[in-house]
Structures are given as C-alpha cells and as structure tokens.
C-alpha cells in the first residue's frame, strides 16, 4: 500500500495541532479541554463550514427542533468532538478519569465478567458518541484482554502522534486494513475483547432504521459475534455535564439471532443515548447520504435536456 501524498492543509494542519499541544498542555486537565472545545466550537468548525452540515443532519433527525436548540447544538457538538480529541492525547490524566467512570448497567457489566473468566470472545459496539476510550480505558483497567480497532488519520504527518497516543492507553490495536483485521480476528477468536464503532455511513451496508430514517449500517460486528459465538454489548461513554468526567453505561448483550436483527437493535441502543444527549454525538458525519443526495439533484439539475426529434416515416 502506497504512503498517502502529503498537501499544504496536511503540514498547515499538523502546525496548528502541534502550536495547540504546545499551548494546552502547559494548562491544566480541566481548562485545556475547555480551551480546545471552545476554539472548535467558535473558530475551526464556522471556518471549516461544518455549520451547515451539522445543521442538516439535526434537523433530518429532529425536524421539530426549535431554533434555540438547534444554535446550542452547533455550539456544543464540536466542543465535546475536540473534548475527546484532547482527552486522548493526555495519557494518564485521562485514564484517571477514565477508571473514575460511574459504571451504570449491573447486568451487562455482570455478563462482561463472567465472559472474562470464562474465556469468551466479546465484541463491544459504540459509536462517535462521549468519548468513545472510556469503555476501552475502565476495562483494561479491570484486567480484561480488551483490543479496538482504529481508523488511520487522514493526515499522515500527525497518524503517528495519534497511534501513540491510543496506544498508551492500551493494547492490543488493529489497523483498519487487511492485516489488521485478520489480526483482530485472531484474538477475537482466542477469547479476546474488541471494540468498534458502527455509526458511519457504509456503502455496503443494510438499509437499516436510525432516527426513523433509512442508514447504511455494517453487519460486520453481528455477523463475527454469530460466527465466534461472541457477546455483542453495547457500551457509552457519556459525558457529564462538566465536559470532564464520565459514565460508562454497559447494556445488556444482544440476544443472537439475524445479522440484521442484532444491527438494528445496535441502532436503536445507540439512537436511545443520541436521543437523551444529542451534543454528544458527531453530527458531521453524512449518516444518512444526504450530502450525497444534494450532489445528485444539483448534478441532475445542471444536466441540459436533449429534445429528440421524431422523424416522420416514409411511405
């Protein structure tokens, strides 16, 4: 696999970040992620024009929502989004907080520890919601053979910085490529416990239901817990609302049945935290294809239309 080309933004980018740390982390744990969230939330989203995709996404899943709320959110998500981007990079300091997590769910914690003695495979589903390591940080802390799988930043100058940074709060880690998956299968398969996030659009995902509204999803989480016999969980790390300390909601495993079944099941668990915290979670993402589907009907709209003459028969 070639190295991904290095741009202007790329270095622009690793500058600014690496400026950021410098600044930040002479402050301490509380205030440098108040400053990162508020340079997010009222200078690099409105530069970067992540407004209006935000805005519509909220109002795809909340057609109702009163304009008041609808300005609150497009300040408070991208402050919790750069939150859990420097939480990441504080190393010890976040696990502190990460192990003080209130553990919210006797049962599904109670199904966690009896598949760690045992030796089962767990497969633990969450999506860009909170912070995302809280569940991956309480767990190692309590001893379990717990491995996530990660997607590789899009700026190669800064992917480095960003893989140390995860894996000091633990391993094992698996590349989001073929030799990553096939390791993460491995230790899936030797009773191992794994995390994934499935809240992005998929192309080749089923048309499944999320906030009433058709999503591609990935059954890959379902189809390997069908296949290995392993627990599927859903778990959250939910912020609190001092933007700093956590819970960790565990939910009780999802029952076997069809790939499907267990993946829309996933997507109302999910849908149900979004719901009770919306600043929660990254409306930036193209859930639901929408951005797709404006380019579609500019790009059809655009296109001339050919009158066709018709040419009258000879005798």
Avoid at 40 to 68: D, I, S, W, Y
Avoid at 149 to 163: A, G, I, S
Avoid at 207 to 234: C, H, N
Wanted: net charge positive; proline share 6%; charged share 25%.
């Amino acid at each position: 696999m070639s190295a991904q080309p290095v741009t202007l933004w790329h270095r622009l980018e690793y500058v600014f970040m690496r400026v950021l740390f410098a600044v930040g982390f002479r402050l301490s744990y509380r205030r440098r992620l108040g400053l990162v969230g508020w340079l997010n939330a009222q200078v690099l989203c409105p530069l970067a024009g992540l407004r209006p995709k935000m805005r519509r996404n909220l109002r795809h899943a909340f057609p109702e929502m009163p304009e008041t709320e609808m300005r609150r959110l497009l300040r408070a998500v991208p402050d919790s989004m750069a939150r859990t981007m420097m939480e990441i990079f504080s190393g010890e300091e976040f696990r502190a907080i990460a192990a003080a997590a209130e553990i919210k769910g006797a049962e599904g914690m109670a199904a966690l520890d009896a598949a760690h003695r045992d030796g089962r495979a767990v497969i633990l589903v969450s999506g860009h919601f909170g912070n995302y390591d809280v569940p991956r940080a309480v767990f190692l802390g309590r001893g379990f053979r717990m491995g996530g799988l990660y997607r590789p930043m899009d700026n190669p100058l800064f992917n480095e910085t960003y893989v140390a940074a995860i894996k000091a709060i633990g391993e094992p880690l698996f590349p989001r490529s073929r030799r990553g998956m096939a390791e993460m299968v491995r230790f899936l398969r030797s009773g191992g416990m794994i995390g994934l996030l499935i809240d992005q659009r998929h192309k080749q995902g089923a048309p499944l239901d999320f906030f009433g509204r058709e999503a591609l999803t990935p059954l890959s989480a379902a189809e390997m817990a069908i296949k290995y016999d392993a627990l599927l969980v859903p778990v959250y790390g939910v912020r609190h609302a001092d933007g700093v300390h956590f819970d960790l909601v565990v939910e009780t495993p999802i029952p076997h049945g069809s790939a499907e079944e267990m993946t829309q099941a996933l997507n109302d668990s999910l849908e149900a935290q979004i719901r009770k915290h919306p600043e929660q979670w990254l409306w930036m993402h193209d859930r639901w294809g929408l951005r797709h589907a404006e380019k579609r009907a500019e790009k059809k709209a655009r296109k001339p239309r050919v009158k066709r003459s018709r040419k009258k028969g000879g005798g």
